[in-house]
T-cell receptor, first 116, second 110 residues
């Protein structure tokens, strides 16, 4: 089954304790992205990757890191989480990022993160 | 910010009625997409309309795009209880960033 998976689904942590949220897709998509969703703010893009070893900042990259060492995986790293990073996080992927070829994004089930 | 805004924020209708929600955005786009999100779950793509298209249909969905007004509308005809969800528009620019609106929460009453 074609899907995007995220782990963990739920996480409660404390300020400053480094964490990683994993994201994996099995559709051979070039493009992957991370979003956070907050009430009243909709979804905001954190980082995206157009292919292996190629990453770019989205709208709200501060406090986050990403890496793209393999095509299928795109982990989100919070080196020193703070309470304002409490949010619902979504990973997404899609096919070719080439301009002029736009298509749908497939979303993971979400990771609900609470930073105390 | 290029973020779009959906209107209304919340909509409640009876089953069988039509639901219309609107999306406005701020800058030039290459395409606009609509997504559905069931409570607390991932988003599911519904339909994509390109900037050179004015209207598109998919099953009970009808999307229009007016680039001169920087707005789009999503019409769901003959709504069902299963359509209860939040609906988001997302715009893509010439790069690879996507901007989502704040969503319309639709409740369809059986």
């Amino acid at each position: 089954e074609a899907q995007v998976t995220q782990n963990p689904r739920y996480l409660i942590t404390v300020t400053g304790k480094k964490l990683t949220v994993t994201c994996s897709q099995n559709m051979n998509h070039e493009y992957m992205s991370w979003y956070r969703q907050d009430p009243g703010l909709g979804l905001r893009q954190i980082y995206y990757s157009m292919n292996v070893e190629v990453t770019d900042k989205g709208d709200v990259p501060e406090g986050y890191k990403v890496s793209r060492k393999e095509k299928r995986n795109f982990p989100l790293i919070l080196e020193s989480p703070s309470p304002n990073q409490t949010s619902l996080y979504f990973c997404a992927s899609r096919h070719s990022p080439f301009r002029g070829y736009y298509n749908e994004q497939f979303f993971g089930p979400g990771t609900r993160l609470t930073v105390l | 910010s290029q973020q779009g805004e959906e209107d209304p924020q919340a909509l409640s209708i009876q089953e069988g009625e039509n639901a219309t929600m609107n999306c406005s955005y701020k800058t030039s786009i290459n395409n606009l997409q609509w997504y559905r999100q069931n409570s607390g779950r991932g988003l599911v793509h519904l339909i994509l309309i390109r900037s050179n298209e004015r209207e598109k249909h998919s099953g009970r969905l009808r999307v229009t795009l007016d680039t001169s007004k920087k707005s789009s509308s999503l019409l769901i005809t003959a709504s069902r209880a299963a359509d209860t969800a939040s609906y988001f528009c997302a715009t893509g620019d010439t790069g690879n960033q996507f901007y989502f609106g704040t969503g319309t929460s639709l409740t369809v009453i059986p």
